[in-house]
């Protein structure tokens, strides 16, 4: 029989139970608040919330989800949802669901899903199991990221970062990324062409290529750069030089830019190094040009205002020689005098073919025999050196002023014959060539058939530098008294002048050899009638045209003692005006080339128009390049340089009347 609980045990029964209600009551209170703010948690949250069964049926979603994929929940409760897996990405899908399963956990996969629409979404899934209360496992809880657009902007970035690499690998120029200690982190293949470094070799290295005298002022460029950096993409943009690997000097345009980080303060820094040694070196080419045209025309205004003087001197002495008698003792006086006139000619004349003029009558000619010439004259007068000759059988005609070609050749025997004090061999040796684009693109000439001469000495030869300045005015190694350094200067204005090409090739210690090809021409070579040597006389009249009131007076007397009849004018106005009034007596025209008012250009062609038949020989100690050999070809008859002297006026006047 039961024991009937007495009062104060029912009252602490009641007062139990009232404590587990009012417990329970708290509990069912706190679960509800739980509920509620996971709830909260859940339906704010911005990423797609799904919970699922273990049998993989979807239970619930939060509002995120329809936001993202466009479902309802009451179009997907009770569902498996495999239909918005895309198929290539089911086989990583189901790994997942059965790691869930087995109770695993995964935080971060990257996959895809489809919406509503069909569209595709990228998603970040992280998912794991949930328990009761007695640990067994009863559902899965996904958590799903959009990174749709954050894989948009990852692939324009990567997108932008192969356009970039592609911008730098393709690029001509050398380019240089380096963190902000200065250490190189990508080099592009143009700057492993240019430098020769790779950078495996530079790893961890600075780049050794900065010249030392550079150093201070490059690094203040760069040191300003990162002082006053505010992100505005300045750049530091100089003309420098670097070494590369080989130890070579390249000039080089620098162009830096620091690179902007995340936080607005620079990372780094991108240098673009444009090689520009060769433009540099074009730029004074071109000032060597520019200054040499300028000497030039300088040269050639003296040499015509000094042959003029000359004429008057030599023409005086001619006269005086004339009449004087070798026994008389001032007879070799006057030889010595003349003897100095021609080498005041010969300066001149070097004068000349610096400033590219002097190139009077341009004719077809064989190259051999004006070599065989030049070299045996040469020859009689340095017997301590050996020639040796090699021409060409059937060489190509070349259409050149013989006088200037040989001036050319005994410029080269003299130079060769300076460099051996001691004696020594010169070869000279002629070449049919046929040249080509490749060979000449230095030399500003057009490629086809050429006459090749070469001169080569045994002597001391050159070193680089002095080679890079052998063709320069005024500049020579040789000491004072033995030489006024115009005569390569000279070689090189008239080998140009004759659309031609020269080049050196030396090394101290081996001797020099001097190349000069001339175009050949389809022209043949034109015999030289031969005349009686000496004075020769005449009797015709004859038209004497100059401005220069010295050269007519003493050019009158020169052609009154060889017995012609001399009118005189002094312009070409003038001229013209006597050869209408007297055009039948007239029977040659000796005009200077060079005159104010009307040329003599203008003047001949005003001439021949009122007497076609009418023989001019033109006469000149400087012309500008060209007209010479214009005037002869539009009908004057020959050309004399200025000085000349009694016996070579004679001869030339006779070549031309008794032509």
């Keep these: 029989m039961l024991k009937k609980p007495t009062y104060e045990e029912l009252e602490q029964r009641v007062k139990e139970l009232e404590t587990e209600a009012i417990q329970r009551k708290q509990a069912e209170e706190d679960l509800r608040d739980s509920e509620e703010k996971y709830r909260t948690v859940l339906e704010s949250s911005p990423d797609p919330i799904i919970v699922y069964d273990m049998d993989g049926i979807l239970i619930y979603f939060n509002p995120a989800f329809t936001t993202v994929y466009g479902l309802t929940l009451e179009e997907c409760v009770g569902k498996k949802m495999d239909n918005f897996v895309p198929d290539e990405n089911w086989p990583e899908t ?52 959009d990174i749709t657009e954050y894989k948009k902007a990852e692939k324009g970035l990567r997108e932008s970062e192969e356009r970039l690499r592609a911008i730098f690998e393709a690029s001509a120029d050398p380019i240089v990324v380096y963190d902000n200690q200065g250490y190189p982190q990508y080099l592009n293949p143009a700057f492993t062409q240019v430098f020769g470094w790779t950078l495996g070799e530079l790893e961890g290295r600075l780049i050794p290529f900065v010249p030392d005298d550079e150093k201070e002022r490059i690094s203040a460029g760069i040191r300003y750069l990162y002082d006053n950096y505010c992100g505005n993409g300045e750049a530091l943009r100089v003309e420098t030089r670097r070494l590369t690997k080989d130890g070579r000097t390249l000039d080089i345009l620098l162009n830096a830019s620091l690179i902007k980080g995340d936080e607005g303060v620079p990372v780094g820094m991108v240098v673009n190094l444009s090689d520009i040694t060769e433009i540099k070196r074009l730029e004074a080419q071109l000032q060597q040009a520019q200054k040499m045209e300028a000497i030039g025309t300088l040269a050639g205004g003296i040499a015509h205002d000094f ?84 021409y060409q059988k059937d060489i ?56 090749k001469i070469s001169v080569t000495d045994t002597g001391a030869g050159m070193d680089e530098a002095t080679q890079q300045r052998i063709f320069e005015p005024f500049f020579t190694t040789k000491e004072m008294g033995r030489g006024t350094g115009l005569g390569l200067a000279s070689v090189y204005g008239i080998v140009k002048n004759h659309k031609g090409i020269i080049n050196v090739y030396s090394k101290k210690g081996e001797g020099t050899t001097f190349n000069i090809y001339l175009p050949a021409s389809e022209s043949e070579v034109i015999k030289k009638r031969e005349l009686k040597k000496g004075v020769l006389r005449g009797s015709e009249n004859i038209l004497l045209v100059d401005d220069e009131e010295m050269i007519l007076d003493v050019v009158k007397e020169m052609l009154n003692s060889l017995g012609y009849k001399v009118l005189i004018a002094t312009s070409g106005k003038e001229a013209i005006d006597i050869c209408k009034k007297d055009k039948e007596k007239i029977h040659i025209v000796i005009m200077d080339m060079i005159m104010p008012d009307m040329g003599g250009n203008e003047t001949c062609y005003r001439l021949k128009q009122i007497n ?34 009694m016996k070579q006026l004679s001869e030339k006047l006779r070549e031309i009347l008794d032509s």
């Design 396 to 451: 190509w005609t070349a259409e050149a002023d013989q006088g200037q070609i040989e001036q050319v050749l005994m410029n080269l025997f003299i130079n060769a014959w300076q460099a051996m004090p001691g004696g020594g061999d010169i070869y000279s040796e002629t070449e049919n060539v046929i040249v080509n684009d490749d060979h000449i693109k230095h030399y500003k000439a057009n490629p086809g058939r050429y006459v």
């Design 94 to 145: 189901k790994m997942a669901i059965d790691r869930l399963l087995s109770g695993e956990s995964f935080l971060g996969i990257e996959t895809m899903r489809y919406t509503k629409k069909g569209d595709i979404r990228h998603v970040s899934v992280s998912g794991s199991t949930y328990r009761n209360s007695e640990g067994i496992p009863i559902g899965t809880i996904v958590i799903q990221r």
């Design 612 to 645: 076609p038949d009418l023989k001019i020989l033109l006469s000149s100690g400087y012309a500008v390049n060209g007209k010479a050999t214009e005037m002869l070809e539009r009908g004057c008859n020959g050309f004399i340089y200025k000085p000349y002297n």
């Design 307 to 390: 042959n003029n003087i000359l004429m008057g001197i030599r023409g005086r002495i001619s006269l005086m020689l004339m009449d004087t008698h070798l026994s008389r003792p001032y007879f070799e006086q006057l030889r010595g005098m003349e003897a100095c006139v021609k080498s005041a000619t010969d300066l001149t004349k070097q004068l000349l073919g610096f400033a590219r003029g002097g190139k009077y009558e341009v004719k077809p000619m064989n190259l051999n025999e004006i070599v065989k010439k030049t070299s045996d004259m040469f020859g009689r007068t340095r017997k301590e050196i050996n020639i040796h000759r090699k």
